[in-house]
């Protein structure tokens, strides 16, 4: 009798031990999301600064800026292929370092080609961690047995709103951008050495199985992540993005232009957006746990057209303003399970597996990102910018019919990330 309470005395204790990982493992990688999102916006908000220290035109401003989109787009085809090799918290390490470290080289360059090069480091270690990092939520979900996606992203967005706010501020004061990077490199360089032990780990990838060592494995390591069901996955966050690009950048010219508000008042679209979307994703993961991601992602998909209907019809930039933040809520949670349901799907090939599903995934969402704006205002030339957002409303309606391809299948093969077995109540 002793003897099996001391072994349900070691069973509890090796559970409380794997508990704590996830736990620690969860919150680090939240606090990279979070990084993540800071530098961005701390690279975005200082945008006129750099126009100004460098008196660059807008033309060259423009050019500069594709670099960085350019670059990403090449990191992420980049970052399935070092994961497999190194592991994606150590790409995750890495490109956390490298990006402010990148960030500082904008600040120091003396012209435009340096210029031209440090853009190119910013966008490529952005790629690699924006791949990396949402590898590394699933892994984690897959330890904890629970959806925690929507919360890292929501971090993505609480950390944005701070970059934003800490960089208008350095800008305000004066802050030149290369003392202004040097300092918030500091700051998270330290948070990646406290956080980055903490990552959950994967065995990098030896090679292919024996059963695997013909030419068909070349062949199948090439397609790595592009299964049908991730290439599906990704037009679905393509839309998803294209979508949020567009209310990005064009909003406040909706606002103004075609309702007539003040400046000010233009602005309060992407705020109302950009708000109501980090709320819902702060409770995301609390609707995960409830409900089916097919039924998240349809009722929010189809709350955003709604939205954006609403945005088309209305008579008063006020009901304008409320659409969307409409819209905003209705995408909060569906892009976090569209990655969280790629990376599940790429698991069947181990962690590196995963990172190569999100890299095909970030791939196609990323070309959307970019080109969305370009092309809402290429078509608003011809149709005006009422219609063009309209148009924005069947890829929505289309995300939403197809909502079933996220319900997800975990692998009977799940890789040893962070503790296994772990019970739901850990976190």
């Known amino acids: 009798m002793s003897e099996v309470a001391r072994d349900a005395g070691r069973e509890r204790r090796r559970e409380g031990r794997e508990g704590r990982a996830v736990r620690r493992a969860r919150a680090a990688v939240t606090a990279v999301f979070a990084v993540n ?16 220290e460098h008196a660059l035109t807008a033309g060259l401003l423009g ?58 480091l910013v966008g490529a270690a952005n790629g690699l961690l924006d791949t990396a990092m949402n590898a590394q939520a699933v892994m984690v979900e897959r330890a904890a ?11 993505w967005s609480i950390g944005s709103v701070a970059g934003s706010l800490t960089g208008g501020a350095a800008a305000q004061a004066g802050m030149s951008l290369t003392t202004h990077y040097l300092i918030l490199g500091a700051a998270v360089t330290a948070v990646v050495l406290v956080v980055g032990g903490r990552l959950p780990a994967e065995e990098p990838s030896a090679g292919p199985s024996p059963a695997r060592t013909d030419d068909g494995a070349g062949r199948r390591g090439r397609r790595a992540g592009w299964a049908r069901r991730v290439l599906l996955l990704g037009a679905m ?27 000010g008042t233009a602005s309060l679209g992407l705020v109302a957006f950009t708000a109501w979307q980090t ?37 008063t930039p006020i009901l304008a303003v409320a659409g969307f933040a409409l819209a905003g809520l209705g995408l909060a949670t569906p892009l976090p399970l569209i990655f969280s ?24 969402t990323y070309s959307a990102m970019l080109l969305a704006p370009a092309l809402v205002g290429r078509v608003a030339e011809a149709l005006g910018l009422t219609w063009t957002l309209a148009l924005l409303v069947p890829p929505l309606v289309t995300v939403a019919w197809k909502a079933p391809v996220v319900a997800r299948t975990p692998s009977s093969s799940t890789p040893p990330v962070v503790a296994a077995g772990v019970p739901d109540e850990a976190l």
């Open 237 to 263: 966050g393509a839309a998803v993005l294209a979508c949020e690009g567009a209310v990005i950048t064009w909003s406040g010219v909706f606002l103004h232009e075609d309702l007539g508000a003040s400046l």
């Open 341 to 364: 349901a790629a990376g599940h799907a790429g698991t069947e090939e181990g962690g590196a597996g995963a990172t190569a599903a999100v890299a095909r995934l970030t791939t196609m």
């Open 145 to 155: 047995h629970r959806p925690i996606m929507n919360g890292c992203h929501a971090a």
């Open 279 to 315: 709320a819902g994703r702060l409770v995301g993961d609390r609707l995960s746990a409830r409900h089916p991601a097919r039924v998240l992602v349809r009722s929010g998909a189809a709350l955003a057209a709604a939205g954006l209907t609403a945005v088309v019809v209305a008579p």
């Open 37 to 52: 999102g800071a530098l961005i916006a701390a690279f975005a908000v200082r945008t006129p600064s750099l126009k100004t």
């Open 63 to 120: 050019l500069l800026t594709a670099l960085v989109g350019v670059a990403a787009l090449a990191a992420t085809q980049v970052a399935g292929r070092l994961a497999a090799r190194i592991g994606s918290a150590w790409v995750v390490r890495i490109a956390a370092v490298a990006l402010p470290l990148a960030l500082l080289g904008v600040g120091l360059a003396g012209g435009p080609v340096h210029l031209a090069a440090a853009m190119l």
